[in-house]
Nanobody, 115 residues
Framework: QVQLVESGGGLVQPGGSLRLSCAASGFTFGSYVMSWYRQAPGKERELVASISPGGGNTNYADSVKGRFTISRDNAKNTMYLQMNSLKPEDTAVYYC????????WGQGTQVTVSS
């Protein structure tokens, strides 16, 4: 059974930083593309960033390019999202998922950017 557990969210002031983690189990983590998504209140869930199985290729939404960095540690079955220069519009629940297992989502972690 695929399981995904996000953590690391919280309340941060504009310009601050947070590091999210996604702990995965139930599949061969290092063999699959992994992605971060977010859903803000009243908006649809959107793709934030993706990373290839080996970590050598990454893609970002235009809204987070240059501020967010996706990474993974396949030995720990864990993916990360380093978020810098946070803005109020980054406020959302953040989720991780493998596109190869589209029906499996974690519970998400809340990120609130506010002064």
């Amino acid at each position: 059974q695929v399981q995904l557990v996000e953590s690391g969210g919280g309340l941060v002031q504009p310009g601050g930083s947070l590091r999210l983690s996604c702990a995965a189990s139930g599949f061969t983590f290092g063999s699959y593309v992994m992605s971060w998504y977010r859903q803000a209140p009243g908006k649809e869930r959107e793709l934030v960033a993706s990373i290839s199985p080996g970590g050598g290729n990454t893609n970002y939404a235009d809204s987070v390019k240059g501020r967010f960095t996706i990474s993974r540690d396949n030995a720990k079955n864990t993916m990360y999202l380093q978020m810098n220069s946070l803005k109020p519009e980054d406020t959302a629940v953040y989720y991780c998922r493998s596109p190869s297992f589209p029906t499996f989502w974690g519970q998400g972690t809340q990120v609130t950017v506010s002064s």
